[in-house]
């Protein structure tokens, strides 16, 4: 079955770096463009950034913009987000989405990531 399992998420303080994983298995990864979300306390999920199929495009929300950077490892069907400069205002709940042409809409379980000094 589809599976989405995201690592790496802990505390931080300003200004460190995190880098989260989402491991997958049961679709066909090449083909599906992978996306992290956020979900910060008392607001809505929000796209971070995205991971076209074949990894030919990315593109990022505005306020991660020169911060953070999306990979991704076709071969190992795994998508990293390396998150740099870390602000206060990007502690959320971190998910790694996958969404493809065929219906495909799967949700990781989410990762943790507080900015705290």
């Known amino acids: 079955q589809v599976q989405l399992v995201e690592s790496g998420g802990g505390l931080v303080r300003p200004g460190g770096s995190l880098t989260l994983s989402c491991q997958t298995s049961?679709?066909?990864?090449?083909?599906?463009?992978m996306n992290w979300y956020r979900q910060a306390p008392g607001k809505q999920r929000e796209l971070v950034a995205s991971s076209t199929k074949l990894g030919t495009t990315a593109d990022y929300a505005d306020s991660v913009k020169g911060r953070f950077t999306i990979s991704r490892d076709n071969a190992k069907k795994s998508v990293d987000l390396q998150m740099n400069s870390l602000k206060l205002e990007d502690t959320a709940v971190y998910y790694c989405?996958?969404?493809?042409?065929?219906?495909?809409?799967?949700w990781g379980q989410g990762t943790l990531v507080t900015v705290s000094s």
């Open positions: 989405n996958a969404h493809n042409i065929w219906r495909l809409d799967a």
């Open positions: 049961g679709f066909n990864f090449v083909v599906t463009d």
